[in-house]
T-cell receptor, first 114, second 114 residues
Framework: QQQVKQSPQSLIVQKGGISIINCAYE??????FPWYQQFPGKGPALLIA?????SEKKEGRFTISFNKSAKQFSLHIMDSQPGDSATYFC?????????????FGQGTTLQVKP | DSGVTQTPKHLITATGQRVTLRCSPR?????VYWYQQSLDQGLQFLIQ???????AKGNILERFSAQQFPDLHSELNLSSLELGDSALYFC?????????????FGPGTRLTVT
């Protein structure tokens, strides 16, 4: 019940295309869903996050779509660029636990071809 | 640069040995987290400290221990090392204890157990 399942494992997109990464969870207590971006040799960095009181959040070319009833959320990268090539992790947590514990998905390696 | 520093960058040691990984959080951050990243297990939460006190525990083995010192730096001690402990170990920090606050990741320590 603590798992977050992420798909696909890897993704190849042409420059200018839309990259879509999906995550699913079981634990209905989760109420905070961040996405982290990791470049080779670096630590993950927060990209965008959403709480379940909204169905969508957009920041620049990055959008999170959230479906509470399906317990799924996804990251859309519009107009994908070669510089977006990285590994993306979804995560989930419970704000009321009063801890910072994040449960991460397995990660998706995105390659954007020029 | 996230502002989180980790030392050493690389560590090669033999099975059965003990090592200590060090982390200095961003200035002003009270929470420190330790994560393990491996190819088969992904990014796994190990433990969180907040202002010197243990706040949350994840999938941390009994052979592993951590602490946060009065100056807020943290150390992760790994003992009786096994081949399977080879991984990237990340430290992260945040200003508060709950997951709603961005966690800033350090560059990681790559541990190789031979």
């Amino acid at each position: 019940q603590q798992q977050v399942k992420q798909s696909p494992q890897s993704l190849i997109v042409q420059k200018g295309g839309i990259s879509i990464i999906n995550c699913a969870y079981e634990n209905t207590a989760f109420d905070y869903f961040p996405w982290y971006q990791q470049f080779p040799g670096k630590g993950p960095a927060l990209l965008i996050a959403i709480r379940p009181d909204v169905s969508e959040k957009k920041e620049g070319r990055f959008t999170i779509s959230f479906n509470k009833s399906a317990k799924q959320f996804s990251l859309h990268i519009m107009d994908s660029q070669p510089g977006d090539s990285a590994t993306y992790f979804c995560a989930a947590s419970t704000l009321s636990s009063n801890t910072g514990k994040l449960i991460f998905g397995q990660g998706t390696t995105l390659q954007v071809k020029p | 640069d996230s502002g989180v520093t980790q030392t050493p960058k690389h560590l090669i040691t033999a099975t059965g040995q003990r090592v200590t990984l060090r982390c200095s959080p961003r200035s002003g951050d009270l929470s420190v987290y330790w994560y393990q990243q491996s190819l088969d297990q992904g990014l796994q939460f190990l433990i969180q400290y907040y202002n010197g006190e243990e706040r949350a525990k994840g999938n941390i083995l009994e052979r592993f221990s951590a602490q946060q010192f009065p100056d807020l730096h943290s150390e992760l001690n790994l003992s009786s090392l096994e081949l399977g402990d080879s991984a990237l170990y990340f430290c992260a920090s945040s200003v508060a204890a709950t997951s709603g606050y961005e966690q800033y990741f350090g560059p990681g320590t790559r541990l190789t157990v031979t």
